[in-house]
């Protein structure tokens, strides 16, 4: 299997940067509702109801596409509020919503069979064994791939796999099973796969002393940083912890994905979409980032060499990485 096109599925946090994004070069923005059911539920981001069918409109009238991320795990007693969020995704003219819990995953397939699924990253599916399940029983009509393939595994997938591949190329990073982080939860009671949230902003602090900067999650510390060194978000996964009484990146350090260099094999991968993430950062981060995507992704197209474009100075730690799509160790 491969293709011609590569998709840009870009990010959107507020309705600003799903504009952004869509005049930058994007083909298909990402977004969520306002509320746990999706993975990035955070104050002062994402969309209400209104937002939401402005941005599907604006985006639709410029030839461009919307998918709604409904992509977090329902808790006891609470699936109205997913079921909800699939109904109005569906009723607004979403051209896809993302799913992760195979509960909501039912309910969307029964309740809406001509909305197009795909199949979210949080559900860690990564052999064709567990795609051919959410293909057959819920019909999906793509997935996301975990962040732990080479490019040779994607493609030896993607030959077996039935629906189209959609990888991460750009963005943050995470050392845990997709979907199934819980460090954050033990320091704040807040889940990342239920509640949405990782590292929640209210209980993130910062306070400096004789120029260094200390940060602290729920009354852990997870970091201190020296004037003028590079600083990340307070997940607890990329914390310097001390182990042995030395201070170091026991899980992760701060690092970007940049696939910019390799998306020539990507494409030959037979990879359907391009996922840049980043629903936390602003629309300038967007505009840029998805600018540098599109002139690449054209010139591709074009059967022109990569364009030499420089974005280590916008990546997490101002350090970048392929990830694990180049396994070193091997």
């Given amino acids: ?47 209400d109801r209104d937002e939401m069918a402005e941005g599907i409109a604006f985006a639709h009238a410029r030839g461009r596409k919307v998918l709604v991320a409904v992509n977090t795990f329902p808790r006891p007693g609470e699936i109205e509020i997913w ?58 009509r793509r997935a996301v791939l975990p962040r732990v393939l080479e490019v040779r595994e994607i493609a030896h997938l ?38 949405g949230v990782c590292a929640p902003a209210e209980q993130v602090a910062y306070d400096e002393v004789d120029g260094v ?34 201070a170091s990146y026991i899980f992760d350090e701060p690092v970007g994905l940049n696939t910019i260099d390799i998306l020539p094999r990507l494409k030959a991968a037979g990879v359907t979409a391009l996922k840049i993430e980043g629903r936390q950062r602003s629309r300038a981060y967007v505009t840029q980032v998805v600018r540098a995507f599109r002139a690449v992704l054209d010139a591709l197209g074009r059967g022109q060499p990569i364009p030499d474009i420089d974005l280590s100075g916008i990546v997490e730690g101002q350090k970048e990485t392929f990830g694990a799509y180049r396994k070193g160790w091997r």
């Fill in 158 to 195: 993607v030959e077996r796999m039935g629906v189209e591949a959609e990888v991460f190329a750009f963005g943050s990073l995470g050392t845990m099973t997709e979907g199934r982080c819980i460090l954050s939860s033990y320091l704040t009671g807040r889940s990342p796969s239920s509640d």
């Fill in 1 to 47: 299997m491969s293709v011609t096109y590569l998709e840009l599925v870009c990010p959107a946090g507020t309705p600003a940067a799903l504009r952004s994004a869509i005049e930058a070069g994007a083909d298909t923005v990402y977004c969520g509702f306002q509320d746990a059911t999706n993975a990035r539920n955070y104050p002062g981001l994402n969309f």
């Fill in 83 to 140: 079921h909800r969020a699939v109904d109005d995704a569906a009723a607004l003219g979403a051209d896809a919503v993302i799913l992760a819990d195979i509960g909501v995953l039912d309910y969307a397939s029964r309740r809406h069979p001509d909305l197009r699924l795909h199949l979210s990253v949080q559900a860690a599916a990564c052999n064709p064994l567990s795609l051919d399940f959410y293909r057959e029983n819920f019909g999906i």
């Fill in 213 to 246: 900067m200390r940060v602290r999650l729920g009354g852990v510390t997870m970091n201190c940083f020296q004037r003028g060194e590079a600083a990340s978000y307070p997940t607890p996964c990329k914390a310097r912890w001390v182990t042995r009484g030395v």
